[in-house]
């Protein structure tokens, strides 16, 4: 680098304009790939986002700290997303108040599934106390996941990572084990899709059938709702 | 436009003190969109809170990246468990897929397709 390369590198690297940039054009580079890829789940866009950044931060020796001086402004934004979510849910809830017990029945047990089985399974495996409480919320939206990881002391960030793995999970592999168990209602197979996986899966199911799209996005705010609730209890009891 | 934005902001800001105020081991901003709902409940959606929410919404995925970056912090502890995360996220995701889905399919049978 020259003399005068240098300066302006010193004094970009002070300014949060260059790691917010770096955010948002990565992320525009992933959702160019996911739609070049003919939106399959393996290819998501933050997945992708996140691996391009890193690298980015790695190669550049930028710690996480000075990168995030800049992406908080967009980080930020997690929170007012969160309290918007209300929107879509009350859209929705005028669609379905009809099966309303059969919906709340089914939120509150797969949410206590996804939370039991993933600690269970974790914990007989010898995961660590950060990472069962990280992994716990993992089948809730990813802010409402992190905000509960955050307050129960577990690691956001690791929680949102695995977040939209489950996602990916559960939108490839969901309609098939459906199928598997017998399960062919298209309310049910939205329901149960949205409530392990999310907005991920709330995606795929809206690609295969309307009313299977509308319970999936139901279920994923719903199902944040119930964790939300459930899950500090729980884990006052057992952690 | 900034009237809405005021008024989730409000949402959630009341939904932190709270929290914090009374103690409950619940995110601030997940109290914040139940006092919202509380509200459309009563009053209904207006057409400009519907913009702004579906504004904030739209691009939801972005939101979560700079969070996401914050892994490169874990690597260690991610290269000692990686397998019981896997494990435990691959089995947990389709066990809460068949367990939703056959209560669903139990409870509003007579509906849709059966």
Redesign the interface.
Known sequence: MTEGMRDVWVYLAREPLVHLTL??A??QLGSWIYRRGGMNPLLN???I??AL??GG??LTGTS?DA??EG??F??F???????????????Q?EKVRR?A???G???V??AL??SA???G??WS????R??LIS?AP??VT???A???T???GG????T???????GI??AM??PW??T??????????G???G???H?IGTARALQVNE?AGAFAGL?MGLN??AT??LL??L??IFL | MIFYLTLILSCQLAGEVIVKAVGLPLPGPVLGMVILFCGLMLRGLPAGLSRVGDALLGNLSLLFVPAGVGVMLHAGLLGREWLPLAVALVLSTLITVAVTGLVMARLSRGGADD
């Open positions: 955010t948002l990565a992320f866009p933050v997945l986002a996140v950044t890193v931060l790695v996480y990168y995030f992406a908080q967009v980080h934004l997690l929170g007012p997303a969160t309290v918007a979510l209300a929107i879509p849910l009350y859209r809830v099966s017990l059969a919906l029945a089914s939120i047990a797969g599934a996804a089985s993933a600690v399974i974790a495996l010898g995961a660590s950060d990472a992994v993992k089948s990813a802010p409402v992190m905000g509960i955050e307050s129960l690691l956001p960030s690791l949102a990572v695995l977040v939209i793995l489950t999970v559960g592999l969901g084990v459906l598997l168990v017998g399960v062919r209602d298209w309310r049910a197979r329901l149960a899709i409530t392990a996986s907005g009313v279920a944040a709702l939300a609730l500090p209890l884990a006052r």
